[in-house]
């Protein structure tokens, strides 16, 4: 089924007309009211966070056609490691960095312990392993932590800044900073390194990439790592404005799909776009529409998710699917 | 060929008899406990004619339970329906629901649908919260009246009894054989001549009305309280998780699973890391990673092949 197929989906086609025409309309809010700018910048700081682990949920789906459900539930996980760190008294960056390091020794664990044996079994058999590791660590974060909120201490200070009559908040700022950084490391990674390319060979073509000595099996978990290191940097970008509580990454999943929907399943380009995307429309609909009340958040993004499969399946940068019998 | 017939209709007619009998042996409290058991019978059930019959994957069955209690619990409060009444009710406007989901979702592969189900089960929740003037937000909504532990226990069972027949009748003719075919190859389905769209969207329609009868059950069951915080992801995650430790497509399977679903809960809390919440989840989640590690075809599969290994010998 193609984009063309309906009738909708054939005029929005040409995206990088639509891209262009969203960021004029933008800049011109931004020039033209302060409250439009604070709101721009606040929802590009948690599209940002959405992108960071759409991007992960995009590796995974890219190298094994599979969603990881329990991205979001590893990425509190982690996020809970970080907490423990500093109470133990590391101080924040260096138990940021640490757990990132556990983060990726976890992730790429649970690839090589619970999901390699099912993995070509079936889709169903993977997506209800990730399910299980979702309650799974659901239950062992309220179990040592217990479910009350608690709180770590600010990454980046309470400062404002102020330019042009908008006040920038230094933690917006400060997380699109720490996205931009790390998809510009994962870039880099995937383009320049060897067990980047042979990671994205044994996505493409498993058997021939196997043929030429890439290991597939052991470069996967290095995929899972990864991608569980994405999801604690946003868990770790998600802590300053939900607090940390075992609940706190189930409505950040969501927000993550949809964009990973809305860029296309398969494009990490299109998820980091998709979740900038998803987190700009989100503040301004809440800031100008009086109906769009915070109750609502999760339900319009639920919509566009269901919006975006009906009018454009394959989302910004994603391709038609071509299957061989 | 005809033995196997007798044998399976033999256990039927003594399950049947036990879930019968059963009631009258149970103090008060247990014939609540055992309506709750019917109601993720059903619920599973349901799941279980979509992923395991299908192939398709709902990971929003708690959403459409919720439309099912929300719908039970605002007739009866607003206008004063039956509370039967409200079951049937409940199937079709679940139904309808299903059918704006599973209309986009269900073009794509199954991860569209896992995907889109994954988000109606954390999003409808949040909608009794908006919509507070119809549903009670927060506090929830309550039936008139809240039937006992033995009516409940009744009509739960009666409509799973009605809806496990309404499966069998759906699955063993020629919709049933469409939907196998689907789950094994869509590509071999289509060629065969099964049109795609028409029977996935049926079987995600069913499940999730089945799942809806579920919830209207499921609030009468918690004194009729419908409440926005009894529907969450965890309730979708449990029903999953019961079809598949049962065994997906096995229908005899189901009644494992509920057990096993609607029991846990009951341990003592006075046992070690079960006895609490937290350690239930730890338990589910252990549970069904091993269950698909080492039986994949869940404890109804490991029980048919001991069966069938003692009947060779």
Same mark, same amino acid.
């Given at each position: ?39 721009t #910048? ?12 759409a ?24 996020t809970?490691i970080?907490y ?9 960056w ?13 992730g ?29 660590i659901?239950?062992? #974060? ?64 498993? @058997?021939?990439? /196997? ?6 099996d ?33 409505? %950040?999943?969501l ?45 319009i ?6 919006? #975006? ?17 | 060929? /005809? ?7 033999g ?9 019968a009998?059963?009631p ?28 395991g019959?299908?192939?398709?994957i ?57 995907l ?13 919260l ?16 809240a ?19 309404? @499966? ?8 049933? /054989? ?8 869509? %590509? ?22 089945? *799942? ?8 009468? *069951? ?12 965890l ?9 598949a ?8 399977? #189901? ?19 079960v ?12 549970l069904?990673?091993l269950?698909?590690l080492?039986l ?6 490991m ?11």
């Amino acid at each position: 089924m193609d984009a063309t197929d309906t009738p909708l989906g054939a005029f929005l086609r040409p995206t990088p007309l639509l891209l262009a025409a969203g960021a004029v309309f933008l800049l011109v809010g931004s020039l033209t009211s302060t409250i439009f700018a604070q709101q721009t #910048v606040a929802g590009l700081a948690q599209g940002a966070i959405f992108a960071s682990l759409a991007l992960a949920l995009v590796l995974i789906y890219r190298a094994t056609g599979v969603i990881n459900f329990a991205q979001g539930e590893m990425a509190m996980g982690t996020t809970y490691i970080a907490y423990q760190l500093t109470l133990w008294g590391l101080s924040y960056w260096l138990a940021f960095f640490c757990s990132l390091g556990i983060a990726f020794v976890l992730g790429a664990l649970i690839q090589a312990t619970v999901i390699r044996p099912v993995q070509h079994k079936s889709v169903i058999a993977v997506v209800i392993v990730t399910i299980g590791l979702f309650i799974l660590i659901d239950g062992l #974060v309220a179990w040592k932590w217990g479910g009350d909120i608690k709180f770590m201490d600010a990454p980046f200070g309470n400062a404002v800044y102020h330019g042009g009559g908008v006040a920038f908040a230094r933690q917006d700022i400060g997380t699109l900073a720490v996205t931009v950084v790390s998809v510009l490391v994962l870039w880099a990674f995937f383009r320049f390194t060897k067990a980047g390319l042979g990671l994205r060979a044994g996505a493409v073509r498993p @058997a021939a990439a /196997r043929l030429v000595g890439v290991r597939v099996d052991a470069l996967l978990a290095v995929g899972w790592g990864l991608a569980a290191m994405l999801g604690a940097i946003s868990g770790l970008m998600t802590e300053p404005s939900q607090f940390l509580q075992p609940t706190m990454m189930q409505p %950040i999943l969501l927000y993550a799909f949809a964009a990973a929907v809305l860029g296309g399943l398969e494009s990490p380009a299109g998820s980091v776009v998709g979740g900038l995307a998803l987190g700009v429309f989100l503040n301004l609909i809440g800031q100008y529409v009086g109906f769009a009340t915070s109750e609502l958040r999760l339900p319009i993004a639920f919509a566009v998710l269901l919006g #975006v499969l009906l009018l454009k399946p394959h989302g910004l940068f994603g391709r038609k699917e071509v299957r061989r019998v | 060929m /005809r033995a196997a017939l007798a044998a399976r209709a033999g256990t039927l007619a003594i399950v049947a008899v036990i879930l019968a009998l059963l009631p009258f042996q149970l103090s008060n409290y247990h014939q609540g406990l055992a309506a709750r058991v019917g109601v993720y019978f059903i619920a599973i059930l349901g799941l279980n004619v979509l992923t395991g019959y299908t192939g398709q994957i709902s990971i929003g069955h708690g959403a459409f339970m919720a439309i099912g209690g929300y719908t039970t619990a605002i007739m009866s409060a607003d206008h004063h329906t039956n509370l039967i009444a409200t079951l049937p009710l409940a199937f079709a406007i679940t139904f309808a629901c299903s059918l704006l989901v599973g209309l986009p979702a269900l073009r794509f592969s199954g991860v569209y649908l896992a995907l889109a189900t994954f988000a109606l089960a954390v999003s409808v929740p949040q909608l009794p919260l908006k919509f507070s003037k119809f549903t009670g937000g927060s506090n929830g909504i309550r039936t008139v009246d809240a039937p006992g532990n033995l009516w409940l226990y009744g009509v739960t069972w009666a409509c799973g009894a009605l809806l496990f027949a309404g @499966a069998w009748l759906l699955l063993r003719g020629r919709i049933g /054989r469409a939907f196998r075919a689907v789950r094994d190859s869509e %590509i071999a389905a289509t060629s065969s001549g099964v049109e795609l769209p028409v029977y996935k969207t049926l079987a995600f329609g069913v499940s999730a009305a089945y *799942a809806g009868v579920a919830g209207s059950l499921f609030v009468l *069951a918690t004194n009729g309280f419908a409440q926005p915080n009894e529907f969450g992801i965890l309730l979708s995650l449990k029903i999953l998780i019961g079809a598949a430790v049962a065994g997906l497509g096995s229908l005899w399977g #189901v009644l494992v699973g509920a057990v096993f679903i609607g029991m846990l809960p009951e341990i003592s809390s006075s046992v070690p890391l079960v006895g609490s919440s937290h350690g239930q989840d730890v338990v589910f989640g252990l549970l069904v990673i091993l269950v698909m590690l080492l039986l994949p075809t869940g404890v109804a599969g490991m029980l048919g092949r001991l069966v069938r290994g003692r009947a060779r010998t």
